[in-house]
C-alpha cells in the first residue's frame, strides 16, 4: 500500500490517515454546545401554510357543514381536511388555482352577507347551512362565484376526507389485507 502525500510534499503515515478518518467519522457524534447551536424557530401546530387563519377558519367551518361528524364516524374536522387542502395549496405551483380558492373562500363570505347580512362564521348555524344549500343549489350549472366555488370545495373536500385515516378506517370501514367471506369472497382456486 502506498502513502498518501501532504500537499506540501509530506508523506501521511497510514497511523495518521486512521486518525484523520476516525476524527471525520467521530465529529457528526458530538454535540454542539448551546453557544455555537443556530437558534431554531419553534414549528407551530395546526398554524395555517398558504390560507390566513379566518379564510382557514372558514374553509374548517364549509367541510364540516359538507361531511359532518355522525354516530357511524368522525366529520371533515376530524379528519383534518382543512389542514390537508391547506397543506396542498401551500405546495402548489398553479397560483391560478391557489387564487380560485382564495376568490372562492371571499365569494362564500360576500354570498353570507347577502342573505343573512352578516359574514358566514358570525351567522347563525341554520343560517351557515341556507348559505351552503344556496351555493349547491347551482351545483350543476353555477352561474355565480359561489355557485363555482362549490363544486371545487366539495370535490377538495370529499377527496381529502376519503384518503384520511378517519374516511377509510372509520367511515368506509376498511379492514386492510384480511380474508374476505361472504359474497365477494372472491374464488379459492386451489
Known amino acids: ?64 357543514l359538507i361531511i359532518p361528524a355522525d354516530a357511524h364516524s368522525p366529520g371533515a374536522r376530524a379528519a383534518g381536511v382543512a389542514a390537508y387542502l391547506d397543506a396542498r395549496l401551500a405546495e402548489s405551483l398553479e397560483p391560478e388555482q391557489q387564487a380560485s380558492w382564495r376568490s372562492g373562500l371571499a365569494a362564500v363570505d360576500a354570498l353570507s352577507q347577502q342573505l343573512n347580512g352578516k359574514a358566514f362564521l358570525q351567522a347563525a348555524a341554520d343560517q351557515r347551512v ?33 384518503t384520511s385515516k378517519i374516511g377509510i378506517h372509520a367511515d368506509q370501514e376498511y379492514k386492510g389485507n384480511v380474508y374476505q367471506r361472504g359474497d365477494y369472497a372472491g374464488y379459492d382456486a386451489t
Do not use: C, N, W
Open 1 to 64: 500500500m502506498t502513502d498518501a502525500t501532504h500537499p506540501q510534499g509530506d508523506s501521511l503515515s497510514r497511523r495518521e490517515m486512521l486518525e484523520v478518518t476516525a476524527a471525520a467519522l467521530a465529529a457528526p457524534l458530538l454535540k454542539v454546545g448551546p453557544a455555537t447551536a443556530p437558534p431554531v424557530a419553534p414549528i407551530v401546530q395546526g398554524a395555517p401554510k398558504f390560507f390566513t387563519a379566518p379564510e382557514f377558519a372558514l374553509l374548517d367551518e364549509l367541510a364540516e
Open 130 to 162: 341556507a348559505v351552503l344549500t344556496q351555493m349547491a343549489a347551482g351545483e350543476h350549472g353555477p352561474k355565480t362565484p359561489a355557485e363555482r366555488f362549490f363544486q371545487e370545495l366539495k370535490g377538495g373536500t370529499v377527496r381529502a376526507y376519503y
